[in-house]
């Protein structure tokens, strides 16, 4: 059985300057002006909520509602029966979206599939620290294959068919799309290199702050470039998922090269969720603070 073994290896952005920086205050929230609580799995109301703001604490109604004082400043604290604790910024608008969990879809999960590296995530569950989001901010990411994957027909083929896994996923919300050049904006290229024998392919990501702005997929050889599986588990790397804890998730750390290329229904839910948060948000759901750094680049590779 052939295996791959699949890491998501980052460019990191470092800097002189990289003390967190503040968030950006939101306009105070009016008297008779709600704040409205909601899943961000189906967009459900969340009742019974316990919400702290600038020291005050309420409660959701049974629609979600809670009913602010007049004038309220400061972050926002939301413990939830079956939610990730939120930690934010007042919200620009007046909805804020909670992160749900289940029997079937714990918190280890999505702190694994979302929060620890993926070189770290194996058959058992990594010890490593927790790292911040990574993922696309922009519409669209351009898929490059290099003139040899571009013209071998089955190449090409099994990277049509996993960007259009990726977008399925994705809700059109980020649109991966298969080019034989690149345009301005964010392009992963992808090669064949003998040298990437340690894994089946590998996925260099480079990132400003926890941005990813490009990278570049590496295939170890031709069979993997033709695997629709192998594609579509990099480029979920591109898009800012780590390695699953369950064996059956395409975005586990190996798997048959002949395996099918599906998302499983909590690595949808995943996807779905991810795009409703910013980069840099931490472990469980905290987006108060982003760490900001100059642009100065270094490079980190990670193999399995």
């Excluded at 470092?14 to 503040?22: D, E, L, M």
């Excluded at 995530?121 to 040899?148: F, N």
């Excluded at 490009?214 to 599986?229: D, H």
Aim: charged share 20%; hydrophobic share 40%.
């Amino acid at each position: 059985m052939v295996r791959v073994f699949a890491a998501a290896a980052a460019v990191l952005v470092t800097g002189v300057a990289c003390a967190p920086s503040s968030h950006e205050r939101s306009p105070l929230l009016q008297a008779g002006i709600p704040l409205l609580l909601v899943s961000g799995e189906d967009e459900q109301p969340v009742p019974g909520a316990s919400v702290v703001i600038g020291g005050r604490r309420y409660f959701s109604g049974a629609d979600g509602r809670v009913d602010l004082d007049p004038i309220l400043d400061g972050d926002v604290d939301v413990a939830a029966t079956n939610f990730l604790v939120r930690e934010t910024a007042l919200p620009s608008g007046r909805t804020l979206t909670l992160w749900p969990t289940s029997p079937g879809y714990p918190e280890d999960y999505i702190r694994h599939l979302l929060y620890k590296d993926a070189a770290g995530t194996r058959a058992e569950p990594s010890l490593s620290v927790d790292a911040p989001l990574r993922r696309v901010m922009a519409a669209v990411v351009q898929v490059v294959p290099d003139s040899g994957l571009w013209d071998d027909a089955p190449a090409r083929t099994a990277h049509e068919r996993a960007i259009g896994v990726l977008n399925e996923a994705t809700g059109g919300h980020v649109r991966f799309e298969l080019r034989r050049s690149a345009a301005s904006g964010v392009v992963f290229r992808a090669s064949v290199d003998g040298a990437a024998t340690a894994a089946g392919a590998l996925t260099y990501r480079d990132l400003l702050r926890n941005e990813i702005t490009s990278g570049r997929i590496v295939y170890a050889n031709l069979a993997a470039a033709r695997s629709e599986r192998f594609v579509a588990h990099e480029l979920g790397h591109a898009l800012g998922l780590q390695h699953s804890i369950r064996p059956r998730d395409l975005m586990y750390f190996s798997a048959p090269q002949a395996a099918a290329a599906s998302f499983s229904e909590q690595e949808r839910l995943s996807i779905r969720l991810l795009l409703q948060r910013r980069a840099g948000n931490r472990y469980p759901d905290n987006d108060r603070t982003v760490s900001g750094t100059a642009d100065l680049r270094s490079t980190s590779v990670v193999a399995d």
